[in-house]
Protein backbone atom coordinates (compact mmCIF):
# COMPACT_ATOMS: atom_id res chain seq x y z
CA UNK A 1 0.00 0.00 0.00
CA UNK A 2 3.06 2.32 1.08
CA UNK A 3 3.95 2.09 -3.08
CA UNK A 4 0.70 2.91 -4.44
CA UNK A 5 0.70 6.60 -5.44
CA UNK A 6 -2.64 8.56 -5.63
CA UNK A 7 -5.84 7.14 -4.56
CA UNK A 8 -6.45 7.69 -0.45
CA UNK A 9 -10.03 7.30 -0.18
CA UNK A 10 -9.63 3.75 -2.25
CA UNK A 11 -6.55 3.23 0.29
CA UNK A 12 -8.49 4.32 3.10
CA UNK A 13 -11.57 1.53 2.22
CA UNK A 14 -9.12 -1.48 2.34
CA UNK A 15 -7.57 0.15 5.14
CA UNK A 16 -11.10 -0.04 7.04
CA UNK A 17 -12.07 -3.40 5.43
CA UNK A 18 -8.72 -4.96 6.44
CA UNK A 19 -9.80 -3.76 10.39
CA UNK A 20 -12.64 -5.27 9.75
CA UNK A 21 -11.64 -8.83 8.79
CA UNK A 22 -9.52 -9.07 11.86
CA UNK A 23 -12.52 -7.84 13.90
CA UNK A 24 -14.52 -10.35 12.57
CA UNK A 25 -11.65 -13.28 12.84
CA UNK A 26 -10.83 -11.91 16.34
CA UNK A 27 -14.66 -11.79 17.50
CA UNK A 28 -14.11 -8.42 18.82
CA UNK A 29 -15.62 -5.16 17.34
CA UNK A 30 -12.94 -3.06 15.71
CA UNK A 31 -12.85 0.06 18.49
CA UNK A 32 -11.53 -2.93 20.91
CA UNK A 33 -8.81 -3.28 18.10
CA UNK A 34 -7.77 0.37 18.49
CA UNK A 35 -7.88 0.84 22.02
CA UNK A 36 -10.85 1.83 23.33
CA UNK A 37 -13.76 4.29 22.64
CA UNK A 38 -15.00 7.31 23.72
CA UNK A 39 -18.42 9.59 23.93
CA UNK A 40 -17.31 12.24 22.93
CA UNK A 41 -15.51 13.65 19.17
CA UNK A 42 -14.02 17.11 18.10
CA UNK A 43 -15.32 17.64 14.99
CA UNK A 44 -14.45 20.80 11.96
CA UNK A 45 -15.77 22.05 9.92
CA UNK A 46 -14.54 23.39 6.33
CA UNK A 47 -15.04 26.89 5.30
CA UNK A 48 -14.97 27.56 2.11
CA UNK A 49 -12.48 30.64 0.28
CA UNK A 50 -15.14 33.64 0.28
CA UNK A 51 -14.88 36.84 1.18
CA UNK A 52 -13.81 37.20 4.44
CA UNK A 53 -16.44 38.80 6.45
CA UNK A 54 -18.75 36.02 4.46
CA UNK A 55 -16.41 33.32 6.18
CA UNK A 56 -16.55 34.92 9.16
CA UNK A 57 -20.34 34.97 9.48
CA UNK A 58 -20.27 31.32 8.69
CA UNK A 59 -17.78 30.24 11.28
CA UNK A 60 -20.21 32.22 13.76
CA UNK A 61 -23.55 30.25 12.76
CA UNK A 62 -21.13 27.05 13.06
CA UNK A 63 -20.74 28.00 16.79
CA UNK A 64 -23.61 29.21 17.66
CA UNK A 65 -25.95 26.40 15.82
CA UNK A 66 -23.38 23.66 16.75
CA UNK A 67 -21.16 24.38 18.73
CA UNK A 68 -17.86 23.85 16.65
CA UNK A 69 -15.15 25.72 17.47
CA UNK A 70 -12.86 24.39 15.02
CA UNK A 71 -12.34 25.52 11.85
CA UNK A 72 -10.07 24.19 8.46
CA UNK A 73 -10.18 26.85 5.95
CA UNK A 74 -9.88 26.19 2.12
CA UNK A 75 -7.08 28.09 0.52
CA UNK A 76 -5.29 28.29 -3.22
CA UNK A 77 -4.90 29.83 -5.68
CA UNK A 78 -7.85 32.00 -7.42
CA UNK A 79 -9.31 30.86 -10.79
Same mark, same amino acid.
Given at each position: $?? =????? %??? *???? /? $???? /???? #?? !???? &??????? !?? /? =? +?? &??? +???? /? @? %?? *? +? &? @????? $??????? =???? &? #??????
Amino acid at each position: $MH =RTIGN %PTA *KAAI /D $MALW /DILG #KA !WGQP &VHRLLGG !WT /D =R +MR &VSH +MLGF /D @D %PA *K +M &V @DEAAR $MIDTYGI =RTFR &V #KVGRRP
